[in-house]
C-alpha cells in the first residue's frame, strides 16, 4: 500500500502564446504585409519564442502518490491543475521533467471526453471500455452496474449528442468507475451533476479507494476534498505550493489574500445602494479595544457603523448576521428578529450597532461573515457577502492540558453514568473552565 503509482519530477508545461499582430498604417504597408507573409512564416518556426510570447501554465512540480490514496488537488483558477491531469493521462507532453505512472489509467476530466457523439450510450460504454484496455467481455460483465449507476437506462440507445451535460457526467463517471482503473483522475466535472448524484460518486470514489485503487481528485468543493481526500496539495501559479493533510492544505488555501491577524474586513464590500448602508466594521473584545487574539470560548462584540439616507426613517428593520466555515456551511445565525425581543425601530441618521458574544462556541478554524438588513416583510435593503473573515485560535477549554478534537462548535453538557441498579453513579459537566457553573435541565433521579 505504500508503493508509489504515480510520480512527478519537476514537470513543467509551456505554452506559446500569440502577440497581437501590428496593424498597417497605410494601403502601401498592408500590401507589402501580404507580399512577405509567407517569408515571415517561414521565419517564425525556427524562431525561439520571447518572453513575452511564453506561458508556464505549471512549473517544478514534483511529487508521489502512493497505491490506495486518495489525493485532491486545490488552488484558484489558472493554478494548473487540470494542465497537471492532462500531463499525467499522456493528452499532453511536458516541456520538462517527467511523470511515471504505474497501472491502467481512468480519467474524466471534461463533459463528453471520449465520447462520440453519433454513438449511442451503449455504443460509447464499449467504446470507453477499449480505450481503458478493456476487453469487450470485460466491459460486458460490468455492463448492467455501469447502467444502474449512471441512471441514463430509458436513453442508453440514444446518441449521446442528444444527452444533456449531467447525462454526460453521469455515464463518463459511471464507466470510468466501473472499468476497474487502477488510477482514477478526476477534473471538477462532478459539479455539473446534481446534489444526489455527487453524493453517489463520492461515496464510489470511497469504494474504489477501500479496494486499494488511487484517485487524484481535482475540486473546488472543499467540503468533499476534506471528507473524500487522504492528503491533499496545492498548486499556486503554476507551482506546487505546499502539500499535507486536507485541513492544513485548505486552511492555506482560503487564507490565500488574506491579511494578518485575527480578522479582516473587506472594505470593498462595504457600504450598498440601498437606504441603509454599512460604513464600517470593528472587531473588539470586552474592553472595547480591537481584538488581537481570539481563542476558543473567547468573548468578541461586532460593532457595526450604518448610515440611514437623508430624510429617511427605517422602522422595524432586522439585522442578520450569518457566520459560516471554511467550507461555505452556516453554523451560526445572529438575528435582531422581533421574536427575538429586539426590534430595531426608527432607524435614522448615524449610528453603531454592537453585538456581543460573551462566549464565542466556535472551535478553532477560519470563518466569514455574511450581513443583511432587512425590513420585516418587505425584501433585503441589503446584504454583504463575506464582509468580514475571522480566525479561532485552539485553547484548552476543558482546562485539562489538552485541545478539543475536530468540529465545529462546542457547547456545555452533562454526562450521567448509572450501574444496572439505576443508582447514579457520578455525573458531571464538560467544560466548567469555558462556560463556568452551568445548571441541568432535569436533575437526574438519584
Known amino acids: 500500500m505504500n508503493d508509489p503509482v504515480i510520480r512527478a519530477e519537476h514537470l ?3 505554452y506559446r502564446i500569440g502577440l497581437p499582430p501590428s496593424r498597417p498604417a497605410n494601403a502601401w504597408q498592408a500590401a507589402r504585409q501580404v507580399a512577405l507573409a509567407p517569408f515571415a512564416y517561414i521565419r517564425e518556426i525556427g524562431r525561439p519564442p520571447s518572453e513575452a510570447e511564453t506561458l508556464w501554465a505549471m512549473r517544478d512540480i514534483s511529487f508521489a502518490v502512493n497505491q490506495g490514496e486518495i489525493v485532491g488537488v486545490v488552488g484558484s483558477n489558472g493554478a494548473g491543475k487540470s494542465t497537471l491531469l492532462k500531463v499525467l493521462c499522456r493528452i499532453t507532453k511536458p516541456s520538462e521533467g517527467r511523470a511515471q505512472i504505474y497501472g491502467r489509467i481512468g480519467s474524466l476530466l471534461e463533459v463528453g471526453t471520449g465520447f462520440h457523439p453519433e454513438l449511442t450510450g451503449r455504443e460509447n460504454i464499449y467504446l470507453n471500455g477499449n480505450i481503458l484496455g478493456m476487453k469487450n467481455a470485460e466491459v460486458r460483465r460490468k455492463f448492467d452496474e455501469i447502467v444502474a449507476f449512471s441512471e441514463v437506462e430509458q436513453f442508453l440507445d440514444t446518441p449521446v449528442k442528444r444527452y444533456s451535460s449531467g447525462m454526460h457526467v453521469r455515464l463518463a463517471f459511471a464507466v470510468a468507475a466501473h472499468l476497474d482503473p487502477e488510477i482514477l483522475l478526476i477534473d471538477e466535472v462532478l459539479a455539473v451533476g446534481d446534489a444526489a448524484f455527487q453524493r453517489k460518486c463520492l461515496g464510489k470514489m470511497s469504494d474504489i479507494a477501500n479496494d486499494g485503487r488511487t484517485i487524484l481528485f481535482v475540486s473546488h468543493n472543499m467540503a468533499a476534498v476534506a471528507n473524500l481526500c487522504t492528503r491533499a496539495i496545492l498548486l499556486q501559479k503554476g507551482r506546487l505550493l505546499m502539500e499535507g493533510t486536507p485541513d492544513d492544505v485548505i486552511r492555506t488555501y482560503l487564507a490565500q489574500g488574506e491579511s494578518g491577524g485575527c480578522w479582516h474586513v473587506d472594505t470593498n464590500k462595504l457600504g450598498g445602494d440601498g437606504p441603509v448602508r454599512i460604513e464600517h466594521i470593528e472587531v473588539l473584545d470586552a474592553h472595547d479595544q480591537t481584538l488581537q487574539d481570539l481563542p ?3 468573548s468578541l462584540k461586532l460593532r457595526l457603523h450604518y448610515s440611514v439616507a437623508d430624510g429617511k426613517t427605517m422602522p422595524s428593520v432586522r439585522l442578520g448576521i450569518r457566520v459560516k466555515s471554511q467550507m461555505g456551511l452556516e453554523v451560526l445565525r445572529l438575528s435582531n428578529d422581533p421574536t427575538s425581543g429586539f426590534p430595531l425601530h426608527d432607524l435614522s441618521g448615524r449610528g453603531t450597532l454592537d453585538v456581543v458574544l460573551p462566549i464565542l462556541p466556535l472551535l478553532a478554524g477560519d ?4 450581513i443583511a438588513v432587512a425590513r420585516l416583510r418587505q425584501g433585503r435593503y441589503l446584504e454583504l457577502n463575506d464582509v468580514l473573515s475571522f480566525s479561532v485560535r485552539n485553547h484548552d477549554i476543558y482546562a485539562s492540558g489538552s485541545f478539543p478534537g475536530r468540529g465545529m462548535i462546542v457547547v456545555p453538557h452533562r454526562w ?5 441498579q439505576g443508582a447514579v453513579e457520578d455525573s458531571g459537566w464538560v467544560g466548567p473552565a469555558l ?3 452551568a ?8
Not at 367 to 370: G, P, T
Not at 416 to 420: L, Q, S, T
Not at 439 to 446: G, H, K, R, V, W
Request: aromatic share 12%.
Open 416 to 420: 450521567i453514568h448509572r450501574r444496572e
Open 439 to 446: 445548571q441541568p435541565l432535569i436533575e437526574p433521579a438519584s
Open 435 to 437: 462556560f463556568g457553573p
Open 296 to 298: 476558543v470560548g473567547g
Open 367 to 370: 470563518y466569514w461573515v455574511d
Open 12 to 14: 513543467g508545461k509551456m
